[in-house]
């Protein structure tokens, strides 16, 4: 299947305003574009002015772009396709945990707290829930349980410092306190659990009557790879497009701006799109190229 999807933000600013942001498809999932979705940044004042925009990758292998707002504003566009299976996020029931002490080095960092997962305050109660369910699948689906039966979701709850043990308490809040709180569950469990932000659409599913927005969820170490659970939807979902990975919230903002200034366009699209022989051709092509280089160890 084809996914279009993409973003128009405006901002506005009285003075020079210096931009990261993490809006760009995650390279895991590059070769899978039929379109590419290059950022288009234009001067608010003057749209026939670009802004001139650079790139490079963080810490955690997601796309940053770096610019400089100009005085009056910037809108920030971009629009892509690409292919996607259809599938629904994979499900393995026998999935094991596995031992600190043999975790990949790259997975060590995802059992530590961090600013918006807070271990040492929710370790008790993690243990308390859990540590009597079977390890493995089974036990990061009663943390996923536990989370979306235990929030109430709602845009009109939004609050940019809400911390997991905070929505804990708070029982309330947005996609990203849903997978706040199940991500900081998980690591006092001594399970690797990593924050994750994207496109979703609604496909396969109802139509959801509020406009659309981006996403966030989590992913679990789990048998030596990363599996995608969703604490908010608490279903395998179809159409997943991840932008960034991290410990949580604070490494993936979409934008980091510094400077005053105020949100005045934001839009989001992800949507199904009819298939053509063509961009079939071109994401074949493009999965061959990744699996071959993958094999080689590029």
């Given at each position: 299947m084809q996914i279009r999807y993409g973003y128009r933000i405006e901002l506005v600013c009285q003075q020079e305003l210096p931009l990261i942001t993490l809006l760009d498809v995650h390279p895991s999932r590059r070769h899978d574009l039929t379109q590419p979705d290059d950022m288009v940044a234009t001067s608010l004042f003057d749209p026939s002015v670009q802004v001139p925009v650079t790139q490079y990758l963080d810490q955690f292998g997601n796309i940053c772009r770096r610019l400089i707002a100009p005085v009056g504003g910037v809108s920030l566009q971009a629009e892509g396709i690409i292919y996607d299976s259809g599938e629904h996020d994979p499900v393995h029931p026998h999935a094991g945990e596995v031992p600190p002490s043999r975790l990949p080095e790259e997975a060590l960092v995802y059992l530590l707290g961090s600013r918006y997962c807070e271990t040492d305050k929710l370790s008790a109660r993690a243990w308390n829930l859990f540590g009597h369910i079977e390890p493995g699948w089974q036990r990061i689906?009663?943390?996923?349980?536990?989370?979306?039966?235990?929030?109430?979701?709602?845009?009109?709850?939004?609050?940019?410092?809400?911390?997991?043990?905070?929505?804990?308490?708070?029982?309330?809040?947005?996609?990203?306190?849903?997978?706040?709180?199940?991500?900081?569950?998980?690591?006092?469990?001594?399970?690797?659990?990593?924050?994750?932000?994207?496109?979703?659409?609604?496909?396969?599913?109802?139509?959801?009557?509020?406009?659309?927005?981006?996403?966030?969820?989590?992913?679990?170490?789990?048998?030596?790879?990363?599996?995608?659970?969703?604490?908010?939807?608490?279903?395998?979902?179809?159409?997943?497009?991840?932008?960034?990975?991290?410990?949580?919230?604070?490494?993936?903002?979409?934008?980091?701006?510094?400077?005053p200034h105020g949100l005045q366009r934001f839009e989001v699209i992800t949507e199904e799109v009819e298939e053509t022989a063509p961009d079939l051709a071109m994401a074949t092509a493009g999965r061959a190229q990744h699996e071959q280089s993958m094999a080689r160890g590029l």
């Open positions: 689906q009663a943390v996923v349980d536990f989370v979306h039966n235990h929030l109430t979701f709602g845009y009109n709850f939004a609050r940019s410092t809400r911390t997991a043990a905070e929505a804990f308490e708070e029982r309330v809040g947005v996609c990203r306190d849903f997978a706040h709180l199940a991500v900081a569950l998980c690591r006092c469990m001594n399970i690797p659990a990593r924050y994750c932000n994207g496109y979703l659409g609604d496909i396969g599913v109802p139509k959801d009557p509020a406009p659309m927005d981006f996403n966030a969820w989590f992913e679990v170490f789990l048998g030596g790879r990363w599996y995608t659970f969703d604490a908010r939807h608490n279903e395998p979902r179809i159409g997943r497009v991840v932008i960034a990975r991290g410990r949580d919230a604070t490494d993936v903002a979409m934008l980091n701006s510094f400077g």
